[in-house]
């Protein structure tokens, strides 16, 4: 890490992901997908699998409970939860410049990191470093580039008026530079991921269903156009101020919620919270938790890793529920054949989440265990669960009436075809399955032998099937089945009165 450093910056982005196949499109494939060897070779990124090399590594590590490092990491021959990337190359005279406020900030990337979970979900992590900006008003102007996924609202100027930013410009190495003045028609093509989180991504993401091809990657955005903000902020006056009660924490809100139109200040009985921003405060840090936002003020510069992933932890629980259920929304408009496929594939991957992704508690360490419950609560991770938890009982009952009735259904065939068949086998018994002798070898060149079938084989399991599936509801196709039953009855009835049985 760079020394000198005034505060990091990490920005947060959740998506979802759909790997291109030919298989069925309404099946909720990504936990098997997510095993496909293309995984590890994705143009931009690394797969980087779990190592203890260093004291940060061994810290970062044994920092949360054993269930959920299998959540964070990826362990060589361990069961696939996520795939961890880091970006490959990252030079030494890479770049991060925001315009924002008619001001210009030049920074440096740190890292840029990349998971992908089996439940669809994508978290893009980028780590800005400032060495040059110490006022509060910088901080905030560099926290509005997690707004830039796509503009707010149009005009632009009027996106600006509540901290849009102006420009980006963006250099990782010296073959990957991207610049962004968001000049392009958005009501052409609305809520478009930035070619700036594109350009990092690399082959073979793509945010547009028109570039699809074999072996693409689809995404979306999730949480719509606004990153997640960790802000790691070196100022040791305002963590003396909010202890001696000279600094307020309006003060903190002021450059934390990204916008400079609104501010939520508002006393409340919850001891720490304040309007819809938490506050916990240790003897060195202060923190404020809103619901895009973790602001940390320090006296001096923290890990920023072990709230990189706890974060991230949280932001992927609350995109897998946004996902999940949007995919109960969408499969519960496809016919009964397809539903009760799909429910039981979005079943089995929330099931899944339930037992590896989703955790009360992460850590031992209190101060960590209180920002996680936190920011669970501002996130509605709990609200959000139950919400899903009923519709996935609600379309799963469904399906299971479906498949009840189709059960159904065949049973009444069998029941139709045995009851129809007893006729039949009480006359073939009664003459014996000799009544026919030399005739039976050709039968079906034989007029006897047709019109015994007729007889006592056709009419009778006509009747049969005519009197267990009789409808009186007149709808077209019942009105069709009934006709031509009766026409065929009737022809049977005929037949055996002009010709009689063939005995």
């Known amino acids: 890490m760079k020394k000198n450093v005034i505060s990091e910056h990490v920005f947060l982005f959740p998506f979802t992901w759909k790997y291109s196949s030919e298989k069925n499109n309404y099946l909720f494939l990504q936990h098997m997908q997510i095993q496909n060897k293309e995984f590890e070779r994705l143009k931009n990124w690394k797969l980087n699998e779990a190592t203890i090399e260093e004291d940060k590594d061994y810290n970062e590590f044994v920092y949360f409970y054993k269930p959920v490092r299998a959540a964070l990491y ?22 991060f410049i925001i315009g924002a406020e008619g001001k210009e900030y030049s920074l440096s990337i740190c890292d840029i990191h990349l998971k992908i979970y089996k439940t669809g979900i994508g978290v893009l992590s980028l780590n800005i470093c400032n060495t040059a900006y110490q006022d509060t008003v910088d901080i905030q102007n560099i926290n509005s580039f997690s707004k830039c996924i796509y503009p707010p609202q149009l005009p ?9 930013p102006d420009y980006i410009k963006i250099k990782t190495n010296e073959k990957q530079k991207t610049e962004e003045y968001f ?25 547009r269903e028109s570039e699809l091809k074999a072996k693409s990657i689809f995404i979306e955005p999730i949480l719509g156009n606004q990153m997640f903000c960790l802000c790691l902020y070196k100022n040791a006056q305002i963590v003396e101020g909010i202890h001696s009660g000279t600094v307020y924490y309006d003060f903190i809100e002021s450059f934390m919620m990204i916008n400079k139109k609104i501010l939520y200040y508002e006393e409340d009985d919850n001891p720490g919270h304040v309007g819809s921003i938490y506050y916990l405060r240790s003897e060195n840090n202060v923190y404020g938790i809103s ?13 920023s890793k072990l709230y990189d992933q706890l974060v991230s932890l949280v932001i992927m629980q609350r995109a897998t529920l946004l996902s999940l259920s949007t995919e109960i929304a969408r499969v519960s408009l496809l016919s009964k054949y ?28 209190i101060q960590g265990s209180q920002i996680y419950t936190k920011l669970s609560k501002q996130l509605k991770i709990e609200e959000e669960l139950k919400q899903l938890d009923f519709e996935i009982n609600e379309v799963h009952e469904y399906a299971t009436l479906i498949e009840q009735s189709q059960s159904k259904f065949k049973v009444q065939i069998l029941t139709i075809i045995g009851a129809a068949l007893v006729i039949p086998t009480f006359a073939t018994g009664f003459f014996g399955m ?23 084989v056709f009419l009778p399991i006509l009747s049969m099937i005519t009197l267990c599936t009789w409808n009186r509801r007149k709808t077209r196709m019942n009105i069709i089945k009934n006709v031509i039953l009766v026409v065929f009855i009737f022809t049977s009835i005929i037949i055996i009165i002009k010709y009689g049985c063939g005995l």
């Open 156 to 164: 632009l100027e009027k996106a600006r008026e509540e901290l849009f």
């Open 74 to 95: 990826t362990f060589q021959d361990a069961s696939l939860i996520v795939r961890n990337y880091c970006y490959k190359e990252i030079s030494s005279d890479n770049y």
């Open 291 to 303: 619901r895009f936002s973790l602001m940390c003020i320090s006296k001096q510069m923290l890990e």
């Open 338 to 365: 397809d539903l009760v496929p799909a429910i039981e594939s979005i079943y089995e991957i929330y099931i899944q989440f339930i037992n590896q992704l989703y955790f009360k508690e992460v850590t031992e360490d």
């Open 434 to 456: 000799n009544i026919f002798k030399e005739e039976i070898v050709k039968w079906w060149l034989n007029k006897d032998v047709a019109l015994w079938m007729n007889g006592y």
């Open 183 to 207: 000049k392009k028609d958005y009501r052409t093509e609305p809520i478009t991921i930035t070619p700036l989180i594109m350009d990092i991504l690399g082959e073979p993401f793509t945010c």
